[in-house]
């Protein structure tokens, strides 16, 4: 289903409740961060706390237009939270930590893995294990050969990016990946051009990487 579609009288509904359930979650995630995570700096200011809260309740209202009462749906509300609190830390504190890594990949594997089950769906559930290895082989070869351009956080968010791709297809994970990289490198140039001491350290990559995925998912059939 695309983003335009309209599957019935019901939809603009559903479309909001789970956009409004995707900023409750959003905010949950966040108060449950600082709580668990104290040491990446506490609470964030106010405007940073609505800004993710927004965002993240917006990515759900399209994830649910994307992907209407599917069983992939809350796979990907689960993405959408934590890749918006993801992206809120690398900005801020040049960090992708591992106890919200881990469970992105634990907990989306779980809930594609349950959504295979529920429609018969094996292969796609194969392909993602698959591309989330292959996206992962290839990051750490990257980072192995540049270790200023990735970060070993770069490289783990990568299994769980190629998971979610690669559950759609392999255009996905394709697309996905190197956008990620087009984003990334786009990125560094305008903030390197706007610090004249800055680094390709300083960059954060794991926004870009999760902007390009969100892109292909909500984009590509």
């Not at 409750?24 to 809260?53: D, Q, S």
Request: proline residues 5%; contains cysteine; charged residues 10%.
């Amino acid at each position: 289903m695309s983003l335009l579609a309209i599957a019935g009288p019901t939809q603009p509904l559903f479309v909001v409740a789970v956009g409004v359930l995707g900023l409750a979650l959003g905010l949950l995630a966040e108060r449950v961060m600082v709580r668990t995570l104290p040491h990446l700096g506490g609470t964030p200011p106010r405007w940073v706390r609505i800004t993710t809260a927004l965002l993240t309740g917006t990515l759900s209202a399209l994830l649910a237009l994307r992907f209407g009462t599917s069983w992939e749906l809350p796979a990907y509300i689960v993405l959408a939270v934590l890749a918006v609190q993801l992206s809120r830390i690398d900005i801020a504190q040049k960090l992708l930590p591992n106890r919200v890594v881990l469970p992105l990949l634990g907990v989306g594997a779980v809930l594609l893995g349950t959504s295979a089950a529920l429609t018969g769906e094996w292969a796609d559930l194969l392909r993602a294990v698959i591309s989330a290895a292959v996206l992962f082989l290839v990051y750490l070869i990257l980072a192995i050969i540049s270790p200023n351009g990735l970060g070993m956080g770069d490289v783990k968010l990568s299994a769980p990016v190629g998971l979610y791709l690669g559950y759609l297809g392999w255009s996905q994970l394709f697309y996905g990946g190197a956008f990620g990289f087009v984003a990334g490198g786009l990125a560094t140039a305008v903030l390197l051009r706007l610090k004249t001491k800055g680094t390709l350290s300083e960059v954060a990559f794991g926004p870009s990487m999760l902007a390009a995925a969100f892109c292909v998912i909500l984009s590509l059939p």
